[in-house]
């Protein structure tokens, strides 16, 4: 049964644009939610007023060749948002290279020893023989021999970072696109190189090495919108908000792009930090801040009932938030409506239990336990499951 399921993985286009279309308003109402609690949460800036937070953000778009859509759509919506997290944001749009060059020294001295640094780029960025280049708005390079005297080699900006000599330095790359100087170079290699992050450093990228990224279709570009998204929840240490930033990625792109990080951070970061009981102190909150769940992640669901009235299903990709799957879909073979939820009492075990609706709007509940595989993996389980008093056969896949 797995390899029938798995060839329907491969095969299945899922539309993710139209997906998300479907959950925009709930979407905006969510990041409203968790804006207001953002500002109401009590450790947000007395947290960041203890630490000196800097923020330089570059947004370039109006490039003579290839110009880009979201970039500066993108800087700009992350500047509110770090503001709100108690940065202080240098700003640079459609930069040249002496203005980019100005703006990174400016930032390099406004670092102080005990500092948080924090860079976010989002333009065309391109590799060459392995070292990765920012391209500025008047780059006009012929050869890959111009891009030293055209562009920013990122060992600069790191390079700075280090002379700064703080603690904690976070570098975001929405930098991936298609190379706009392609048909000068000879080498053919695509996206941004892997470079090991310097000690004390994360850099993160919108995509994996040698892979490109979408500008996207909205307002902001797929992965900066995902990031926008998680700043805002608190209580995640850095690396885990690449981790849920990279699981929406994957899950709206369809696996098509994969976010990837280098880290060599020594301390903990937190955007927002876990917020300290107070008794004597309440503060009224939008939503509930919720734990999360060790289910969390994107995951393939194939359920096979056998029988005079055999039913097949499956649910590919989906995102599991706080140990919860809830969407629709109108693909054949597949449930209308779906409320799941998961729970992984240990590494080895999932259990999944909740109500599909059909596209006839009749309800059937759903019920499935699962244990890893023999090889170990806590990636594939294999199990038993219910369709109402259906016997059946489950099988599942957490894919990040």
Not at 24 to 40: D, T
Not at 83 to 107: I, P, T
């Amino acid at each position: 049964m797995i390899e029938y399921f798995l060839q329907l993985e491969r095969c299945r286009k899922v539309d993710a644009d139209a997906m998300f279309t479907n959950l925009k308003s709930f979407n905006l109402l969510i990041g409203l939610l968790l804006l207001i609690a953002l500002l109401l949460h009590p450790n947000s800036r007395a947290y960041a007023a203890q630490e000196h937070r800097v923020a330089l953000v570059i947004g370039n778009s109006n490039y003579k060749t290839a110009p880009l859509r979201n970039p500066v759509n993108d800087a700009r919506s992350m500047v509110v948002v770090l503001q709100e997290l108690g940065f202080d944001v240098l700003v640079g749009e459609n930069m040249s290279r002496k203005g980019m060059l100005q703006s990174l020294r400016a930032f390099r001295d406004k670092l102080k020893p005990d500092s948080i640094g924090l860079f976010y780029y989002a333009g065309h960025g391109v590799q060459v023989k392995g070292q990765n280049f920012l391209i500025p708005v008047d780059a006009s390079v012929q050869s890959e021999a111009e891009m030293d005297e055209e562009s920013i080699n990122l060992s600069y900006l790191l390079d700075r970072l280090e002379e700064a000599k703080n603690p904690i330095n976070i570098v975001i790359l929405d930098a991936c696109r298609d190379n706009p100087f392609a048909r000068s170079f000879r080498s053919a290699s695509r996206g941004l190189a892997q470079v090991d992050a310097p000690t004390g450093t994360l850099i993160a990228y919108a995509t994996a090495p040698g892979r490109t990224a979408a500008d996207g279709n909205g307002s902001n570009g797929t992965y900066t919108e995902e990031m926008l998204r998680v700043l805002k929840f608190p209580g995640l240490k850095v690396e885990d908000v690449l981790k849920r930033v990279r699981a929406g990625v994957v899950q709206r792109t369809n696996g098509l792009q994969t976010p990837w990080d280098a880290s060599s951070l020594i301390g903990d970061f937190y955007f927002i930090p876990p917020a300290q009981p107070d008794s004597s102190q309440k503060i009224a909150v939008a939503a509930p801040l919720k734990e999360a769940n060790p289910a969390d992640g994107v995951w393939s669901l194939f359920m096979q009932c056998p029988g005079p009235s055999a039913w097949s299903h499956s649910l590919l990709g989906r995102l599991v938030t706080y140990g919860k799957m809830v969407g629709t879909t109108a693909a054949h073979n597949s449930p209308e409506r779906w409320d799941l939820t998961f729970n992984m009492p240990d590494p080895r075990t999932v259990t999944v239990s909740g109500l599909m609706v059909d596209v006839n709007g009749k309800s059937e509940h759903y019920s499935a336990t699962a244990i890893a595989n023999e090889s170990g993996k806590s990636t594939g389980f294999r199990g038993v499951g219910k369709m109402d008093n259906r016997e059946c056969v489950f099988e599942a896949r957490q894919l990040r």
